[in-house]
Nanobody, 124 residues
């Protein structure tokens, strides 16, 4: 499956953005989906994940209550709605797909496919 992330940009603290991850190739609903992010000089970290059906989700503690992950299997797209953004949310955001269904895994090697990343910059 090929993944294309989009929706990043520059936003002021307290603002919102919605990221999209469009999938093509194989059956989207076969894959659990996740969002990771990587800030300059830091390791890639798990942000949120969603199960194949969309019925289960997982979040990093740092984004709970502010970010919402969702998916539309009919449109082959996953989303990350980000509200109340903070400067520390600034990073390149990546979507990832896992054939094994582990939407809650924070381990980068767990995921089989990755999008190219989209930059989110939050100004103070």
């Amino acid at each position: 499956v090929q993944l294309q992330a989009s929706g990043g940009g520059l936003v002021q603290a307290g603002g919102s953005l919605r990221l999209s991850c469009a999938a093509s190739g194989r059956t989207f609903s076969r894959y659990a989906m996740a969002w990771f992010r990587q800030a300059p000089g830091k390791e890639r970290e798990f942000v949120a994940g969603i199960s194949r059906s969309g019925g289960s989700t997982a979040y990093a503690d740092s984004v709970k209550g502010r970010f919402t992950v969702s998916r539309d299997n009919a449109k082959n797209t996953a989303y990350l709605q980000m509200n109340s953004l903070k400067p520390e949310d600034t990073a390149v955001y990546y979507c990832a797909a896992d054939n094994g269904g582990s939407y809650y895994s924070a381990r980068v090697p767990e995921y089989d496919y990755w999008g190219q990343g989209t930059l989110v910059t939050v100004s103070s």
